[in-house]
T-cell receptor
Framework: NAGVTQTPKFQVLKTGQSMTLQCAQDMNHEYMSWYRQDPGMGLRLIHYSVGAGITDQGEVPNGYNVSRSTTEDFPLRLLSAAPSQTSVYFC????????????FGPGTRLLVL | GQQVMQIPQYQHVQEGEDFTTYCNSSTTLSNIQWYKQRPGGHPVFLIQLVKSGEVKKQKRLTFQFGEAKKNSSLHITATQTTDVGTYFC??????????FGAGTRLTVKP
């Protein structure tokens, strides 16, 4: 199993551009989530999904959209990038809920100029 | 909303010394998880505590969950250079809200 994979590893955007961060898992996990990690602030939950077709907002959802059309994939869309979205983004998955072991992807480092 | 505070922010120790990081929640937690993140890496799950007063050990690591389920600690005995990284706690409330602490960055001098 590849576990949780994320692409790209690194991305530079200009303010106002849009892009999609990809996340996929091959463990048949129901629960998937997106976090952003900023220095000194730990990880903050952006959006999560408890299964295909079901998504919900986390702590910091503004400026981001998600969808979950399949169990495997959970893309994160930045609608109009802003410098405040410069961060490292991690996708995670777990069997059913985030009260179980979460497996994190390698992360995407995003720089918005 | 639920807040999770973690201290200290940084800890530098000599190899062989002990290390402890503390996690405190503003609200009672359903459970708490601990993760380790190596420099440049991603968080890796270490353990989950669920019961009030629970204590779990993994080799040199000891995890505790407070009686009131509002605080937790991670203690490493006789640190090694392989322990270097940032340790995060993540508290799960009773309404599916999870909050990560800011983490404690541990450096170990050989």
């Amino acid at each position: 199993n590849a576990g949780v994979t994320q692409t790209p590893k690194f991305q530079v955007l200009k303010t106002g551009q849009s892009m999609t961060l990809q996340c996929a898992q091959d463990m048949n996990h129901e629960y998937m989530s997106w976090y952003r990690q900023d220095p000194g602030m730990g990880l903050r939950l952006i959006h999560y999904s408890v299964g295909a077709g079901i998504t919900d907002q986390g702590e910091v959802p503004n400026g981001y959209n998600v969808s979950r059309s399949t169990t495997e994939d959970f893309p994160l869309r930045l609608l109009s990038a802003a410098p405040s979205q410069t961060s490292v983004y991690f996708c995670a998955s777990s069997t059913r809920t985030h009260s179980e072991t979460q497996y994190f992807g390698p992360g995407t480092r995003l720089l918005v100029l | 909303g639920q807040q999770v505070m973690q201290i200290p922010q940084y800890q530098h120790v000599q190899e062989g010394e002990d290390f402890t990081t503390y996690c405190n929640s503003s609200t009672t937690l359903s459970n708490i998880q601990w993760y380790k993140q190596r420099p440049g890496g991603h968080p890796v799950f270490l353990i989950q505590l669920v019961k009030s007063g629970e204590v779990k050990k993994q080799k040199r690591l000891t995890f505790q969950f407070g009686e009131a389920k509002k605080n937790s600690s991670l203690h490493i005995t006789a640190t090694q250079t392989t322990d270097v990284g940032t340790y995060f706690c993540a508290g799960l409330g009773f309404y599916y809200d999870m909050r990560f602490g800011a983490g404690t960055r541990l450096t170990v001098k050989p």
